[in-house]
């Protein structure tokens, strides 16, 4: 085991382990592509992927603060990657979606996480990362 991580309670080994892992995939992403996306923007992306939500409900389900989420959805409008649209019979709500050239890019962003993840498999194993996904995804009888 990693030295720096021997000491660390649960809360700091997930988020050591997610700024890694995010780190090794924004590298990834940006290696390969004229266009710089941030973990942010993932993050935006990932929530209205094949969806049209309303952008207060993205700013809501980010936690991301609302400024920083409307600035992060003009650079990704600004790089043809998001479209934002009026919502039928509301002048205030606007909403968003993916353009084909974002939904194309999101795409071979997923292929790159899938990569890291069969490295990771062929590391310490495929039941392991399995084990692993059904461990963070059951309920942990945690909220905040």
Same mark, same amino acid.
Request: with cysteine; glycine share 2%; hydrophobic share 40%.
């Given at each position: 085991?990693?030295?720096?991580?021997?000491?660390?309670?649960?809360?700091?080994?997930?988020?050591?382990?997610?700024?890694?892992?995010?780190?090794? =995939?924004?590298?990834? *992403?940006?290696?390969?592509?004229?266009? /710089?996306?941030?973990?942010?923007? *993932?993050? +935006?992306?990932?929530?209205?992927? #094949?969806?049209?939500?309303?952008?207060? /409900?993205?700013?809501?389900?980010?936690?991301?603060?609302?400024?920083? =989420?409307?600035?992060?959805?003009?650079?990704?409008?600004?790089?043809?990657?998001?479209?934002?649209?009026?919502?039928? !019979?509301?002048? #205030?709500?606007?909403?968003?979606?993916? =353009?084909?050239?974002?939904?194309? /890019?999101?795409?071979? !962003?997923?292929?790159?996480?899938?990569?890291?993840?069969? #490295?990771?498999?062929?590391? +310490?194993?495929?039941?392991?990362?399995?084990?692993?996904?059904?461990?963070?995804?059951?309920?942990?009888?945690?909220?905040?």
């Amino acid at each position: 085991m990693d030295s720096d991580l021997e000491h660390l309670d649960l809360v700091d080994l997930i988020s050591e382990r997610h700024l890694l892992l995010r780190r090794i =995939t924004e590298e990834l *992403w940006n290696d390969s592509s004229d266009i /710089y996306i941030s973990n942010s923007e *993932w993050f +935006i992306m990932a929530r209205i992927y #094949k969806k049209q939500p309303a952008i207060s /409900y993205v700013s809501k389900n980010v936690d991301i603060s609302r400024q920083a =989420t409307h600035k992060f959805i003009k650079r990704l409008e600004s790089q043809g990657l998001v479209e934002v649209m009026n919502v039928k !019979n509301n002048k #205030k709500e606007k909403c968003i979606k993916l =353009t084909p050239l974002g939904e194309e /890019y999101y795409e071979k !962003n997923e292929a790159l996480k899938a990569s890291l993840e069969k #490295k990771i498999a062929d590391k +310490i194993g495929e039941k392991q990362v399995a084990f692993l996904k059904d461990l963070l995804k059951s309920d942990w009888g945690v909220e905040a």
